[in-house]
């Protein structure tokens, strides 16, 4: 694969690695930068401008984003940047409203805005000039490395109609020089993606030589191809999007703190209709924790799972280790709109044991110790058909909470490809009443590799 090309001025890529996204500053020359699609957790992006000793003067956002909320309004509030946004997005608060052609001039850079609908109706992308010299384009999620994001957010019965308008929006986008750079937003790990791709920055030439759904020979194709490679996305990005348009709320300077709650208010908030959120370390939520909590993890993915497990409206307390951030915690809360999280577990697990409260604990079992248990397997549907355990049945993390009374009222086993995700679907099983549950530590090739046993193909 040839190496990108170098291009002036600087363009700092900001990397989401848990949503999968990218945001990018750039360096205008004269002591001030542009933000592109910059996530609500704006932490990433500070110290890549304060480092610099810059200023924020302009942020654009390329499409109403449905799997994160926008931190241009927080920009424009803390640092008095102008939000560059399309007019037909009909965002609620001040914004330069961008039409297809408009110039915005940034100080010897411009930014040209080329509408590119597809991935939602208002898409815009912004090419970066330098004079009449194209140095890069901003996709979005247009174009992106080696596919195009997905086209059905506005749901399914649209999603034909907007595949057909991403394939005029790529060929536009295409037409530009080949050695211009290509700056997508959604990238690996995204569920804006379709399918994901692993690198997150090409040019136009290497996309028209490696992009399948440039290649496709004739719209029909395209569809098709795009429509094909669809998987599930988290219920979140239904709500974001007019969240996005009407603007998120501005958070004060102090957010990040979790405020204390003893384990005799966790008790009552939790009869009140609160949910405990677990976000230790599969083998301390195993060991101990309280009855009916929800198990997810605190990692880069932590965002994603909880908006796609957790109800949106619900006050949300947390139970963590001392070694881990609360910031973290609520910094991904935040970014995916969960506004509801009231607290945490003061004293953690040790506390509310030593308060009498009941406590419960799962399984870790490994390769050798499945037995005749029934294995459920709840990744992707695609993870899933590329290779799984014999016999295993598939259901989806983020369906499981709606189908768990379904199931068969017998021993199971949980399962996915690591362990994390199987504990979250352990703790939605133990919620629905089920206490025959376990976790299956690693996944279907840490299986194999240990029994020998072929894995099942369903492609």
């Known amino acids: 694969m040839s190496q990108l090309p170098e291009v002036s001025p600087a363009i700092i890529p900001v990397v989401d690695e848990g949503l999968g996204n990218s945001s990018y500053v750039v360096d205008l020359g004269d002591g001030s930068v542009l933000v592109v699609d910059p996530p609500r957790d704006l932490r990433a992006v500070r110290s890549v401008v304060e480092a610099a000793r810059l200023r924020v003067r302009f942020v654009a956002d390329t499409h109403l984003h449905a799997d994160f909320l926008s931190g241009a309004l927080q920009l424009a509030h803390d640092d008095g940047a102008q939000v560059l946004a399309a007019a037909t997005g009909r965002r609620s608060f001040a914004?330069?409203?961008?039409?297809?052609?408009?110039?915005?001039?940034?100080?010897?850079?411009?930014?040209?805005?080329?509408?590119?609908?597809?991935?939602?109706?208002?898409?815009?992308?912004?090419?970066?000039?330098?004079?009449?010299?194209?140095?890069?384009?901003?996709?979005?999620?247009?174009?992106?490395?080696?596919?195009?994001?997905?086209?059905?957010?506005?749901?399914?019965?649209?999603?034909?109609?907007?595949?057909?308008?991403?394939?005029?929006?790529?060929?536009?986008?295409?037409?530009?020089?080949?050695?211009?750079?290509?700056?997508?937003?959604?990238?690996?790990?995204?569920?804006?993606?379709?399918?994901?791709?692993?690198?997150r920055i090409s040019?136009?030439?290497?996309?028209?030589?490696?992009?399948?759904?440039?290649?496709?020979?004739?719209?029909?194709t395209f569809v098709r191809t795009l429509l094909g490679s669809l998987g599930s996305y988290p219920p979140y990005f239904a709500r974001l999007g007019e969240v996005n348009r009407r603007g998120p709320r501005v958070l004060p300077a102090q957010s990040g703190a979790l405020a204390p709650i003893t384990a005799a208010h966790v008790a009552r908030r939790?009869?009140?209709?609160?949910?405990?959120?677990?976000?230790?370390?599969?083998?301390?939520?195993?060991?101990m924790h309280i009855p009916a909590a929800l198990s997810i993890p605190l990692r880069g993915q932590f965002a994603t799972w909880l908006g796609w497990l957790a109800p949106p409206d619900t006050p949300l307390i947390i139970v963590r280790n001392d070694d881990q951030d609360p910031a973290e915690v609520?910094?991904?809360?935040?970014?995916?709109?969960?506004?509801?999280?009231?607290?945490?577990?003061?004293?953690?697990?040790?506390?509310?044991?030593?308060?009498?409260?009941?406590?419960?604990?799962?399984?870790?079992?490994?390769?050798?110790?499945?037995?005749?248990?029934?294995?459920l397997d709840i990744r992707q549907r695609p993870d899933f058909t590329d290779g799984h355990l014999p016999n295993a049945t598939n259901v989806e993390l983020g369906y499981l909470a709606a189908t768990a009374n379904q199931l068969p009222h017998e021993p199971t086993v949980v399962m996915c490809g690591h362990g994390e995700r199987a504990a979250g679907g352990a703790s939605l099983l133990e919620a629905a009443g089920r206490s025959d549950v376990a976790v299956l530590i690693g996944g279907p090739e840490d299986w194999a590799r240990v029994t020998g046993g072929a894995l099942a193909s369903d492609s």
Not at 333 to 342: D, N, P, R, S, T
Request: charged share 20%.
């Open 95 to 199: 914004h330069r409203g961008l039409r297809d052609s408009d110039q915005v001039d940034l100080g010897g850079l411009r930014l040209t805005t080329m509408a590119t609908p597809g991935h939602t109706d208002e898409h815009v992308a912004f090419v970066l000039l330098d004079g009449e010299h194209p140095l890069g384009v901003f996709t979005g999620g247009s174009l992106i490395v080696g596919s195009a994001a997905r086209t059905d957010l506005l749901g399914p019965e649209r999603a034909e109609e907007l595949a057909s308008a991403q394939y005029g929006s790529l060929r536009r986008v295409a037409m530009l020089p080949e050695p211009t750079l290509v700056w997508p937003t959604h990238g690996a790990g995204s569920f804006c993606s379709a399918p994901p791709a692993a690198e």
């Open 203 to 220: 040019t136009i030439g290497r996309e028209l030589a490696t992009n399948p759904l440039l290649r496709a020979p004739d719209e029909a």
């Open 330 to 375: 609520i910094w991904q809360a935040l970014k995916v709109g969960y506004e509801w999280v009231a607290g945490e577990l003061a004293g953690g697990m040790p506390a509310w044991s030593a308060a009498g409260h009941s406590t419960a604990a799962i399984e870790l079992v490994t390769a050798q110790d499945l037995g005749g248990r029934r294995v």
């Open 270 to 287: 939790r009869a009140d209709g609160a949910l405990v959120v677990d976000v230790r370390p599969v083998p301390d939520y195993a060991a």
